[in-house]
């Protein structure tokens, strides 16, 4: 079945791509979650449409990107927490204690789905975080966790 994405699909497309897939695959998922429309005569002009907004978007977005880069990436940012013997922290250290540490000491906000943490930080030390903001701009902040 010929679909149009109306926004973008993890693993399918971009918003405004016309694609096939199986038509379980829409009426079950795509459709009912309005990620998706039926392709038409009607609404490929709609699909044209949405591909220039979302190139316009995208080209905003990777600006902005790179402009939060280039603040962060030269800087260390650092949080404490209380921690035992041996440096082990009592709790850990997550993607929304990095964004609270950044937002305070760089003044720049980010989201924390934008950081790739396999897991919290544990222990005292420095870590390496990426963080996505674009498909095309990636770059690490480096996180310093000292003992409270």
């Known amino acids: ?3 149009i994405l109306r926004s973008d699909v993890s693993g399918l497309g971009r918003k405004g791509e016309m694609l096939d897939v199986a038509d379980g695959y829409f009426r079950n998922y795509l459709n ?3 990620l998706a429309l039926k392709a038409t005569a009607g609404a ?6 949405m591909r220039r907004t979302a190139a316009l978007h995208d080209a905003a977005s990777k600006a902005d990107a790179e402009e939060v880069a280039t603040k962060l990436v030269p800087m260390r940012i650092s949080i404490s927490a209380k921690a035992g013997d041996g440096g082990r922290l009592f709790g850990s250290v997550g993607a929304g204690d990095i964004v609270k540490a950044v937002e305070d000491q760089a003044g720049v906000v980010i989201d924390r789905r934008t950081l790739e943490l396999e897991h919290p930080l544990k222990e005292v030390g420095e870590a390496l975080v990426m963080c996505k903001l674009h498909s095309e701009v990636q770059f690490p902040i480096t996180v310093e966790i000292s003992e409270a």
Request: cysteine-free; proline content about 8%; charged content about 25%.
């Open 1 to 3: 079945m010929k679909v």
């Open 32 to 34: 009912p979650k309005g």
């Open 44 to 49: 490929a002009g709609q699909a044209e449409a």
